[in-house]
């Protein structure tokens, strides 16, 4: 006997990673939806994929949003789909280039002992995280964290947040509060999508 939770584990987390039951019979019925069939004796399940447009809200250039150990967090992208996404960046300049060198000084020695088991160095954007954020809009919307991603090579200083829920239909001003523990506060209102381009 399958339930939900079952099937979306074994659609969306990779074979082995736990116990998912075993492939039933898939058929595309048309474009997004699936019938999913585990013969289970009394459900089959409908699943349906949809596309949801990314929506860049307009911003000019990058904005300053704060500063930690020396370096400046720059605002570069905010995104609107079924969630909200946020993208910081550090600076281009001399403080940035310097703790990239240090950085990749210490991974290159971490490369050489990796086998012993010692953890990777942090990556730059670590200490971005130390940069709080508020998300809010001109109708009240109660938006929560629900992921983050930061680092990776060539992308050292990038970090990326996700909020949830999408802003509603009704409302027309999304507003970021940034706090960095060097930095003055940064406030940035942004206007949102029409309604009929927006998706819930």
Same mark, same amino acid.
């Given at each position: 006997?399958?339930?939900?939770?079952?099937?979306?584990?074994?659609?969306?987390?990779?074979?082995?990673?736990?116990?998912?039951?075993?492939?039933?019979?898939?058929?595309?019925?048309?474009?997004?939806?699936?019938?999913?069939?585990?013969?289970?004796?009394?459900?089959?399940?409908?699943?349906?994929?949809?596309?949801?447009?990314?929506?860049?809200?307009?911003?000019?250039?990058?904005?300053?949003?704060?500063?930690?150990?020396?370096?400046?967090?720059?605002?570069?992208?905010?995104?609107?789909?079924?969630?909200?996404?946020?993208?910081?960046?550090?600076?281009?300049?001399?403080?940035?280039?310097?703790?990239?060198?240090?950085?990749?000084?210490?991974?290159?020695?971490?490369? @050489?002992? %990796?086998? !012993?088991?010692?953890?990777? #160095? *942090?990556? =730059? /954007?670590?200490?971005?995280?130390?940069?709080?954020?508020?998300?809010?809009?001109?109708?009240?919307?109660?938006?929560?964290?629900?992921?983050?991603?930061?680092?990776?090579?060539?992308? @050292?200083? %990038?970090? !990326?947040?996700?909020?949830? #829920? *999408?802003? =509603? /239909?009704?409302?027309?001003?999304?507003?970021?509060?940034?706090?960095?523990?060097?930095?003055?506060?940064?406030?940035?209102?942004?206007?949102?999508?029409?309604?009929?381009?927006?998706?819930?």
């Amino acid at each position: 006997m399958t339930d939900l939770e079952d099937v979306i584990r074994a659609l969306f987390r990779p074979p082995g990673s736990e116990s998912v039951p075993r492939a039933g019979s898939v058929d595309r019925l048309d474009n997004g939806t699936f019938h999913v069939d585990y013969h289970d004796s009394d459900h089959v399940y409908l699943v349906t994929v949809r596309q949801v447009p990314r929506i860049r809200l307009p911003l000019a250039r990058p904005v300053l949003v704060g500063r930690v150990a020396g370096v400046r967090a720059e605002l570069v992208q905010v995104s609107v789909a079924n969630h909200i996404e946020v993208r910081l960046d550090a600076e281009p300049g001399p403080p940035r280039e310097t703790a990239l060198r240090h950085y990749l000084a210490s991974y290159q020695q971490w490369e @050489e002992r %990796a086998e !012993h088991g010692a953890p990777p #160095p *942090p990556w =730059p /954007a670590e200490q971005f995280k130390r940069i709080s954020l508020a998300v809010s809009d001109d109708v009240g919307t109660p938006y929560r964290l629900i992921s983050g991603q930061l680092g990776g090579m060539g992308t @050292e200083w %990038a970090l !990326h947040w996700g909020f949830r #829920p *999408p802003p =509603p /239909a009704t409302a027309r001003r999304l507003t970021l509060d940034f706090t960095s523990p060097d930095g003055a506060p940064a406030k940035i209102d942004l206007p949102l999508p029409h309604a009929e381009t927006k998706t819930s």
